[in-house]
């Protein structure tokens, strides 16, 4: 380490670094283990969306492919009986399977398909002013 060399210090660090990276890792290990994804959330009914409300949503995604612009998308993922969780991404739209009704969100991160019978809202993203 830069300025710590030779004092000691260094080697603490690491330790430390590569003991957190340790706890880490068997934290993960455990989550798989159990089944569990992420800390529990509050599962919920599916939401109802309105018809006109649903055609917006719709609209957002196709012009998100055609104009290249971000949109926040929150969709209902069913996880037991009827009853799932309810996720929210942000990205453009760069693929729509129309046979299948997902769509592929990108953004830095990742990229994954929304079913389009599960959405729940859609915004168009604002740009961020620096």
């Keep these: 380490m830069f300025l710590l060399e030779g004092t000691g210090m260094a080697k603490n660090i690491e330790d430390f670094s590569g003991s957190m990276e340790m706890a880490v890792l068997k934290h993960a290990l ?14 919920v009914g599916r939401p109802v969306v309105d018809e006109d409300d649903f055609g917006e949503m719709c609209f957002r995604v196709y012009d998100s492919t055609q104009y290249d612009y971000a949109i926040t998308v929150s969709w209902f993922r069913e996880t037991a009986g009827g009853l799932g969780v309810v996720e929210t991404a942000w990205g ?6 129309v046979g299948q009704k997902k769509f592929k969100l990108v953004n830095d991160w990742e990229a994954q ?7 729940v809202r859609v915004v168009k ?3 961020a002013s620096f």
């Design 113 to 119: 398909w929304i079913g389009v019978e599960d959405l």
């Design 125 to 127: 993203t604002k740009r």
């Design 92 to 97: 453009v739209v760069r693929n729509i399977d």
């Design 30 to 43: 455990s989550l798989t283990k159990s089944g569990e994804e992420s800390p529990a959330l509050p599962l």
